[in-house]
């Protein structure tokens, strides 16, 4: 064992700290009324888990209960709650006075899609001294219906102030795609209290994953709260609440990706909707906005359940009603492949991707019937070798020993396998390309909790 091993386990057999914080950062849970989180163990009645009074309480009300016991304390808002008092796990759990110490508070970045949350955390940095939920939404003696209303009233949107506090904030603790979603998904909220800040452009997607890729991006059944399981019927219709149907009011363009993949009955319910509950019964095609559908047919059709082949194609929207009245635009151009690429690389990745077309298209091999013998050209096969998976390993990270420190070269290239026991293989060779001896850790070191360890926030509860 070399020096350094001998001193990384010294170092944890005498459980010396490894991380120091100072000063203590205490995170400040928040939730919406009624919505704290609820602990308990797997073997607890629930009858006991709904009885216990420790379930009731949170830091959050706890701030709110020294408001109504402690004068002090009504004079500081909820960000410098921690600096006077601390926040002990007893039974009850309660805020009390501090003797000494200090803390800073630190609220949970939370966007703007969760709409009351979102709002609630805002009305938070500007409210002090709150005894209850109803006070945090009180503007001049007026309670307002929603913490989203208070804020409105307390003109915090008047300018961009908030907006810039928040965007400075999360830079500091999120990475570069949660703050360009955040700014998105600001750009749309503001414009829906002041339209002369530009138009809506809705990004939607049908799949969870393809909606993170997009800005603001939601899926297709949330964002129009459209049924997972729609019915044949073809009057369907998406039944929602207010706030939707004046986000698709002031929505200028409509951009569904994905579309291919999910049911038409979902395409044939927004038409309706945007039709009926806008006020456009004419036959102009949802309502008269403009809706991109983009995708693949290449792709997963809709599945149905034990369902044949005719029964997948005849559920896409090329078997709907609205097919015949879109414009079929096609891409000519592979962008993401030639995108960063040389010219004289540019002919070969187009040459590349056809043939792989091609394939998938069972253009190769001659009239079949499902299964073609394919040649595959002479460059990207390994040749008359004896050991096949080193040469791709070669071929694919050249002169690797001299440039793995370099992030980039890592970056621009990447080896894929069907079967993860083929992926375990390539790791294990790889490794062992690498300088230093290999070592294997089988726990992990924890860092120094802070003064209080609060539960943590989830507003989607």
Wanted: aromatic share 10%.
């Amino acid at each position: 064992m070399d020096v350094t091993s001998l001193k990384k386990a010294a170092w944890i057999i005498f459980a010396f700290d490894v991380h120091y914080r100072v000063p203590t950062v205490t995170r400040l849970p928040f939730h919406l009324p009624g919505q704290q989180q609820v602990i308990y163990g797997p073997e607890e009645d629930i009858e006991d888990v709904l009885t216990k009074t420790s379930n009731s309480v949170s830091m959050f009300t706890g701030w709110m209960e020294a408001n109504r016991n402690y004068e002090h304390a009504r004079k500081l808002s909820y960000a410098e709650f921690p600096t006077q008092f601390l926040w002990k796990k007893t039974s009850p759990p309660k805020c009390v006075q501090r003797q000494s110490g200090f803390a800073i508070g630190r609220f949970h970045a939370v966007p703007a899609s969760f709409d009351e949350a979102y709002y609630l955390r805002i009305l938070l940095n500007k409210v002090k001294g709150p005894k209850c939920f109803e006070d945090i939404r009180t503007v001049d003696g007026v309670v307002c219906d929603s913490f989203r209303d208070a804020c409105y009233r307390r003109r915090l949107f008047d300018d961009d102030k908030d907006y810039i506090e928040e965007i400075e904030e999360a830079s500091h603790t999120t990475n570069g795609y949660y703050l360009r979603n955040l700014f998105a998904t600001m750009l749309i909220t503001s414009s829906l209290s002041r339209p002369d800040y530009g138009e809506i452009v809705l990004n939607v997607a049908s799949s969870g994953i393809a909606s993170l890729l997009l800005e603001g991006g939601r899926t297709a059944h949330s964002r129009f709260l459209i049924p997972i399981n729609l019915t044949e019927d073809s009057q369907c219709q998406v039944k929602g609440n207010t706030d939707v149907f004046d986000l698709l009011k002031k929505t200028s363009l409509i951009i569904w990706d994905e579309a291919p993949m999910i049911h038409k009955h979902a395409f044939e319910a927004l038409d309706r909707t945007l039709k009926v509950d806008l006020g456009n019964t004419s036959e102009s095609l949802f309502g008269g906005k403009v809706v991109v559908l983009g995708g693949d047919f290449r792709q997963i059709l809709p599945v149905v359940q034990n369902g044949t082949r005719n029964d997948c194609v005849n559920t896409t929207i090329s078997s709907s009603y609205i097919w015949s009245k879109c414009k079929v635009l096609k891409l000519t151009k592979n962008m993401r492949l030639t995108v960063g690429s040389q010219m004289s690389n540019t002919l070969e990745i187009k040459q590349f991707a056809d043939w792989l077309l091609d394939i998938g298209e069972g253009n190769l091999g001659g009239p079949n019937d499902g299964e073609a013998t394919i040649s595959i050209p002479d460059d990207l096969l390994i040749k008359h070798s004896l050991d096949p998976m080193s040469d791709l390993i070669d071929f694919v990270y050249p002169y690797m020993l001299e440039r793995f420190n370099d992030l980039t070269y890592f970056q621009e290239r990447a080896l894929l396998a069907p079967l993860n026991d083929v992926v375990q293989e390539i790791n294990v060779r790889m490794l062992a390309y690498f300088p230093g001896q290999e070592m294997e850790y089988l726990s992990s070191d924890s860092i120094d909790e802070v003064e209080s360890v609060s539960e943590d926030f989830d507003p989607t509860l």
